[in-house]
């Protein structure tokens, strides 16, 4: 019998532009583009559970120990949906002389009303995280489709990580036309449930830290509405 | 082409057996392999290696599910006694003794087991409802996991073939995503995500 490629891998539609679309985020080994914005830019990070929350604050430590000034700040959820330019704003207001703002958050109502263009997903490395991770995207893209990174947590190794994120993207490809960006993994063996302080992760936060810089993995300004952002340290 | 599936009125104990074999990647996970068609104890269940070194023991029986769980569980226990020969045998385990796993294949699911992969106890336990089709005259086979009707648990049956290690806590589904707008899903979408 002959072989025929895996459906999976054939695309709903066709579009021309796409593998533009994709050779553009490719992470480049060049030099690190310089930051032309000025004042603090802002990583939304959407969390699959709370507890993933120590992602955030770790990856802020690893980004100020490589020279950018970063804080993860709490963005209150379920309220008047604040603009990036707002976010900006309050943080400028607060005096953080911060050049990155982690922002994580439970719900993709959140990323939608800050109507954010860049969010990152901590995804788990399950199926069931997977669909999750892809519902989660599918409502996201039924506003203007914000940038997506995912960050795959808890799988056994490089190619468990690889498999899992792979499923989803070819599966937002496929279904809702939506590329993703690979910003790494951390694997199982570095959760905190199973090494408090390890070495290792820290190196596996720093490569995600990497690939933020180098694909300027942050949110620009869009107009937005003019209601107060409230944050908290 | 046009496809004419309907299904199989017959299918002989060896010949599932060969269709299960080619099947392994679904029954054992991507990259599995073969390491005995047809083991000499009850139930004559088939031996397969996972990608990660796992022994996968595979019982089958389409007429009566309850019969397959059973030799496959005898067979689990005798393969656990076994191991440090076995793993001589076969290189493909590297002799690091891993734990088998249990497959248990039939037309309906054996009485209790979903309650076995609902609690959790059935770590080592994925079970597969199969339909024998024929498709343009070509005999096949549909292989769905049971999932116990929890999210935990479906996780377990669909990822069975790959570590017996526990599973990092944060995986389990969250109380607060409960309150989440989801959108619906085609049918398309939710077969791409049944398995990896």
């Known amino acids: ?233 | 082409m046009k496809l004419r599936i309907k299904s199989a009125p017959h299918c002989d104990r060896e010949e599932l057996r060969t269709l299960l074999i080619d099947a392994a990647d679904e029954l054992a996970g991507e990259n599995s392999c073969l390491l005995e068609p047809k083991l000499p104890w009850d139930g004559h269940p088939i031996l397969l290696a996972d990608a990660e070194g796992h022994p996968v023991l595979v019982s089958f029986d389409l007429a009566d599910s309850q019969a397959a769980l059973v030799s496959g569980l005898h067979a689990t226990d005798q393969l656990a006694v076994a191991l440090p020969w076995v793993n001589q045998v076969y290189a493909t385990l590297q002799q690091r003794q891993k734990a088998p796993h249990l497959v248990v294949v039939s037309s309906e699911p054996p009485p209790g087991g979903e309650a076995v992969l609902r609690s959790g106890s059935g770590a080592g336990l994925t079970i597969f409802s199969c339909r024998v089709l024929s498709v343009n005259g070509d005999t096949g086979i549909l292989l769905e996991p049971l999932d116990g009707g929890a999210p935990a648990a479906r996780a377990a049956a669909t990822t069975l073939a790959h570590s017996t290690q526990p599973t990092v806590p944060d995986v389990a589904p969250p109380a607060p995503r409960a309150a989440e707008t989801v959108p619906s899903l085609s049918d398309e979408e939710r077969a791409y995500f049944q398995q990896l």
């Open chain 1, 1 to 233: 019998m002959t072989s025929q490629l895996n459906p999976a891998w054939q695309r709903r539609a066709v579009s021309s532009d796409h593998l533009a679309k994709i050779s553009a985020r490719f992470l480049s080994d060049g030099p690190r583009p310089e930051q032309t914005t000025d004042g603090c830019q802002v990583i939304p990070f959407l969390l699959d559970h709370p507890d993933q929350r120590w992602i955030t604050g770790e990856l802020c430590e690893v980004l100020t120990q490589r020279g950018q000034r970063s804080l993860s700040c709490e963005l209150q959820e379920g309220g008047d949906g604040a603009s990036l330019e707002d976010v900006q704003d309050a943080l400028l207001r607060q005096g953080a002389d911060k050049q990155l703002c982690l922002l994580p958050a439970n719900s993709p109502a959140t990323i939608q009303a800050c109507r954010f263009d860049h969010v990152v997903l901590l995804v788990p490395a399950s199926l069931d995280a997977v669909l999750l991770a892809y519902e989660r995207i599918k409502l996201l893209s039924q506003q203007a489709a914000p940038d997506i990174g995912i960050v795959m947590v808890g799988p056994r190794d490089q190619h468990a990580a690889w498999r899992y994120f792979r499923k989803l993207a070819v599966g937002t490809l496929r279904f809702l036309d939506i590329p993703l960006l690979n910003l790494g993994f951390l694997p199982q063996q570095v959760m905190p449930e199973h090494s408090p302080a390890n070495h290792h992760r820290h190196n596996y936060l720093t490569r995600i830290s990497e690939r933020l810089l180098r694909s300027e993995f942050y949110c620009r300004c869009r107009p937005g509405t003019t209601t107060q952002a409230r944050l908290a340290r």
